[in-house]
């Protein structure tokens, strides 16, 4: 019997425990949810990536505590029946066919606390998978064998990071490129900020290492500017916000994956814009 065959029997085996035959065709003929990013091109690449909401279209909202060697050895090029295998189901509604997106909730354990991230696997047009995103940015950390990403709370002393994926277009740094949700998440930083001793604000935007370094270091400082202006914006004070870009200077995590789509994937927690908050909390 080969994988194939044996990876659908156990998923059978699976659904018979929670009894419908409704259910089984649809998580056999797809699984995952039906596509809520936008413009997903055939190479497997959303114009716009768009997380559903887990109250609304949750079917495991409490999500799951993931293996993370499993999580590691996710990549790009993988079918639905690896993925299955590393990961298991997908925590949102199920489509019929043609399913080009699976969404995951994954807890971690920080401390006594435990952070929730979402997981985004995006596949071509072939249901191969090819990009991969997370929700908070930051939760792509654990990518990168570094400890789980602690719980978002905008407090002074700590520094938040967002992908660069999450908030611009492709290849864009300027305000007018930032996108929808990406302009959100900076003005729900900028909110929280609010009623706290904030003291200093610096924002500074990283590149990875494809293009020139040059043009790198430039796009890295334009993204960090665009970030400064939405906060200004959103009423942080102006004079207390530094903005800068280091280029490619300071990866997170280093791949040497092949062919490009997939190093472009694996060098996503290296495009990012970090956010690092000084200051004292009001007594």
Known sequence: MNKQATNRR?????LSTWGGAALAALLLSGCGTATVSRGVSDEG???EVVFPQIKDSATLPEGTFPNLDNLRAVGAGQSKDQLYDLLGRPHFQEG????REWDYIFNFRVGGDITTCQ???IFDKNYLARSFHWQPANCGAVLAGQAAPAPMAATPGRTFSFTADALFAFDGG???DLKPEGRQQIQRLASELQGKDVQRVEVVGHADRLGAPDYNLRLSEQRAQSVRAVLVQAGVPADRIEARGRGESEPVVQCSRSPRDALVACLAPNRRVDVRVAGRQPS
């Open 10 to 14: 156990r998923r059978a085996a699976i």
């Open 45 to 47: 690449v959303a114009r």
């Open 96 to 99: 019929m066919v043609g399913v």
């Open 119 to 121: 997981y985004k696997v």
């Open 174 to 176: 300027a305000v007018a």
